[in-house]
């Protein structure tokens, strides 16, 4: 490869011999053991679809886009998915701007065969009319510097710039009903794709004779390293894809370790891809709550605060009016209480001197309620003369 033929030109004899004398140790020139990946870093754009990774030292852009397209004619109800990459000299200075390298091609096939042959994006969801039109997903990606090991880093920027890419909604109108309509996001939400699974890229390094292997190789290990394994696998552990480029055979033995170790580590980082989707998911999802600006509030305020104090004065009037009429109501209430209880006392008085008729206010010698025979015999019981009683007759 030509990458790789540049880094050895600029790499000396010392610094290959040191690199596997080092290896033999395992140990590596960046303090990593021969198993250990690199930190990985996970970052989205504002815009849908756009990611950005980082892989030690190196760093890949990714981007998603979609048009309406016609289909295949052998398949007719599926959309398509192409990757694109773009090699810059400042990334590299072995990359040449115009026209693709061989390193650039290869780097295409590999994240586009992951993806293919293991059916990860579902491509007959992306259908609009059979054998008319269909969405074309384009990925590009774009690197930004070469650390080495750009294959895992490009197939990691493409895996988030898919789940974070969301197509347009459209719908079918016309007089004859085939007519396509492509609704802009402020009128209808544009949907994500149905992604079944993520097939994530590991690449393995065999350095020296003795073919040491390393996973995750930086930009100087690939400068002496003699053949490469990618292995393409899910969480799951199912492998999806796997490539052998450059340098002698291997045995069944290692590249069956190396299946093992891509496994786990194929698990890891989709558990980061993952977390990093979900914490992008959240922020989008706030972000479209809608504020009002602080001008536009403070013109709102004002009459509310003027319609609050007609309320609260409204109020304020109807309670003055009610205690009002519970004042009348309760001296009349009083004025009633008042009258029922001198009918009451009328009432008493008139009983009590019904009950006493002939007592000291009714001793009245005309008064009809008086009994002259039973005046008499009272006295006379009592021990008066009749001369007393004649008086009284009188």
């Known amino acids: 490869m030509e990458q790789r033929l540049a880094n050895t030109w600029r790499m000396t004899v010392n610094e290959k011999k040191f690199i596997e004398t080092a290896l033999h140790s395992d140990l590596r020139i960046d303090g990593r053991r021969p198993f250990d990946y690199r930190e990985l870093t996970v970052k989205f754009g504002r815009e849908d679809g756009s990611s950005e990774v980082q892989l030690g030292l190196t760093h890949v852009m990714g981007f998603v886009s979609s048009q309406l397209v016609q289909p295949y004619r052998d398949r007719p109800n599926e959309g398509t998915l192409s990757v694109y990459t773009e090699f810059s000299p400042m990334a590299d200075p072995s990359f040449e701007a115009g026209r693709p390298t061989e390193s650039a091609v290869e780097l295409g096939r590999v994240i586009d065969r992951g993806l293919r042959e293991s059916r990860a994006v579902d491509t007959e969801s992306l259908c609009v009319v059979s054998g008319k039109f269909v969405w074309s997903i384009r990925i590009d990606l774009h690197i930004l510097d070469n650390g080495g090991n750009l294959v895992d880093a490009a197939n990691i920027a493409a895996l988030a710039a898919l789940l974070t890419f969301r197509r347009p909604e459209c719908s079918l109108g016309g007089e004859d009903g085939q007519e396509v309509i492509v609704h802009p996001p402020e009128v209808r939400e544009p949907l994500p794709l149905i992604i079944h699974h993520l097939p994530v890229a590991v690449t393995f390094a065999f350095i020296g004779d003795e073919n040491m ?160 025979e039973e005046l008499q015999a009272s006295i006379a019981s009592r021990g008066g003369t009749c001369r007393e009683a004649r008086e009284i007759k009188i």
């Open 213 to 372: 292997v390393v996973i995750d190789p930086t930009h100087f290990e690939e400068g002496i390293m003699g053949g490469r394994l990618t292995a393409t696998l899910n969480a799951n552990g199912d492998l999806c894809a796997i490539q052998k480029a450059g340098g002698d055979g291997v045995m069944q033995s290692v590249i069956m370790q190396c299946l093992r170790i891509a496994s786990v580590k194929a698990a890891d980082i989709t558990a980061k891809i993952r977390k990093a989707v979900d914490s992008y998911n959240t922020e989008r999802a706030l972000s479209k709550i809608r504020r009002q600006p602080a001008s536009v509030a403070v013109q709102v305020t004002e009459p509310n605060q003027i319609e609050v104090k007609e309320l609260i004065s409204k109020h304020k009037e109807k309670l003055m009016l009610k205690s009002e009429e519970g004042g009348a109501s309760h001296s009349d209430d009083m004025e009633i209480e008042a009258q029922s209880s001198e009918q009451d006392k009328s009432r008493r008085r008139d009983s009590t001197s019904k009950s006493f008729v002939g007592g000291p206010l009714s001793w009245d010698p005309y008064s009809k309620g008086v009994d002259f």
